[in-house]
């Protein structure tokens, strides 16, 4: 289920192997977080592999890289027309603290043997001391990319279906329930939802910690020719992007915990002023902004949710960086569910963490058992009430949307889901 990126390369793939694949969206395809991102395809993940190899070690780094360059090889082959474009990707640092980061992360690609070069690499018009550059990278159109993965997985038989909102799984059964009332069966289930639908209804432990982070744009004179992200503080994702055939410059960053927030029409607002006045950039054309849940160690979870229930696998985790990632969980859930051997499977486990076998615990209960839990520590008594687990939601006024701090549920102004894990929509009538 789900019909972003990982959804429709699950799809894809799977379908290729002859099996019989339905995919289910409760809105429309890529209308998400794959449809709202900077559409950067990179192993470059932020200052991320010298933390990998602290937490997990070198081989298991060095295997995160491999299998998200794969990835891109992946995506590359299957591109068509002007969907994808070749680019470089920049870590940029103007600070002490920053310079000192890059130093890190260089020594871990040196001992990971991940390709680079310190050679200072910037065409941005602000003082960059230091960069350290992954050559090779892309740029995607996540939209018409995605339309053209689910071309092809349609011509490998796999069924897609848009406005089928799952209500409620019996996993006993192996079946869903739509809230249409229809009935859908199956021997495998993936969850490709972003955040897994029913996700933590009853889990206190070790829930997805969900980030939101924003995006602008205005055009700009001429492209560039690298992606760039800051290792200092505050953090900023730039890129040139065509629009209408002319470039824009994008701007992301103002990341924050999903919901804690009510007006975010001040994240918008500083990035506008700083592509106005650094970047000598005319008002902001376009702007948007997603959310995305990270690991407690920054790797996603892609596989069966635990060996209790091995026919149920989960996609999500991805931390900001799902163009790789989708398409290598895919790649992975396709081999788990087909047999094949892939050195991946357990890296992504989803019960690497414990988080699988308690998953599947809450899953099995019936019931909001964490009700009270949540709403002991919510303070905001007249705004409607999260129907996934209790939590008291916020009123977003940039995006008109009521948003949940607990677990990053997002709905529309008439209350209707707009993002999970909630299903049901929010009583307004209070």
Known sequence: MGGGLSGLAAAYLLAKTGKHVVLLEKDRILEGASGNNTGKLTTQHDIIYGELITKLGADAARLYYKTNDQAIRFAESIAAGDELRPSQSVLYA?????????????????????????????????????????????????????????????????????????RSMDLKDKSLQLANGAVVRFNELVLCTHYPIEAIRGLNVMKL????????????????????LSADEPKRSIRTVFIDGRPHFMLGGESHIAGIT??????????????????????????????????????????????????????????????????ASARIITDVITGVKNPAIELYAPDRTGFGTLLFQALKTTGYVAKEFTSGHVQRTDTPICTHMGCRTRWNK?????????????????????????????DLSD
């Not at 001992?111 to 992954?134: A, F, K, Q």
């Not at 209350?415 to 894990?421: A, D, H, I, K, Q």
Request: with cysteine; proline share 8%.
């Open 398 to 426: 940039a995006d008109e949307t009521w948003d949940c701090p607990c677990h990053g549920s997002r709905f529309r102004k008439d209350g209707s889901v707009l993002e999970g894990p909630a299903t049901r929509p929010l």
């Open 209 to 228: 910690e969900v980030k939101r982070s924003y995006v602008i744009s205005a055009p700009a004179h001429m492209p560039l020719r690298n992606q760039y």
């Open 94 to 166: 103007s600070t002490a603290d920053g310079i000192q980061q890059l130093e890190k992360e260089t020594a871990a690609y040196k001992e990971l043997g991940i390709p680079h070069s310190r050679t200072l690499n910037s065409e941005l018009p602000i003082d960059v001391t230091e960069t350290l550059t992954i050559p090779d990278q892309a740029q995607l159109h996540p939209v018409r990319f995605g339309q053209h993965l689910s071309e092809l997985a349609q011509s490998e038989g796999a069924e897609l279906y848009e406005k089928a909102d799952v």
């Open 262 to 327: 009510g007006d975010t029409n001040e994240r918008y607002s500083r990035l506008a002023h700083e592509l106005q006045e650094t970047y000598s950039l005319g008002a902001p054309t376009h702007h948007w902004s997603a959310q995305d849940p990270s690991t407690p160690d920054c790797v996603p979870y892609a596989g069966p949710i635990s060996s209790s229930l091995p026919y149920v696998h989960i996609c999500t985790g991805f931390r900001k960086w799902g163009m790789s990632n989708s398409l």
